[in-house]
């Protein structure tokens, strides 16, 4: 399951993005938030990366108007490697090296369009198990 969560900036973007699992019959949890109104993305991202800490989730979605602050955030907690995708290569870049478990998009950088083949590219790239990656993630988490 996926765990999802965005500011007023992302909102319209993740509206989308949840149609697009809809379709693709992707099972999610919507942390919110639920509207325009200015909110806080940090408990946003907290909410999304606590759930793939306990288990709950095994990755996440997360959408900012730039994607950055919602990223610092959740790649501040312990076990969440979170990657801010603007095109489809880094998207599968990260998934393939990093083991990314977080995707974090700009909803006032990436349209609806790039954003949901992004996503489509994050969720459907395998890690790839390398040694060399396994290790560098090791460190990371050191």
Avoid: W
């Avoid at 973007?13 to 693709?24: A, G, I, P, S, T």
């Avoid at 950088?109 to 090791?138: C, N, Q």
């Amino acid at each position: 399951m996926l765990a999802l969560g965005c500011d007023h900036g992302g909102y319209e973007l993740m509206k989308e993005v949840k149609h697009h699992l809809d379709q693709r019959g992707i099972a999610y949890q919507d942390f919110g938030c639920f509207g325009t109104e200015s909110v806080d993305y940090p408990v946003y991202a907290k909410k999304v990366c606590k759930a793939i800490q306990d288990g709950i989730c095994e990755k996440g979605i997360l959408i900012c108007g730039t994607g950055i602050g919602i990223s610092i955030t959740a790649n501040k907690m312990k076990g969440i490697r979170a990657a801010l995708c603007t095109d489809c290569f880094c998207a599968e870049a990260t998934r393939l090296h990093n083991d990314a478990n977080v995707l974090a998009l700009g909803g006032r950088v990436v349209g609806p369009g790039l954003a949901l083949k992004i996503v489509d590219t994050f969720l459907d790239t395998p890690f790839s198990g390398d040694e060399r990656h396994k290790r560098r993630i090791s460190m990371i988490e050191d």
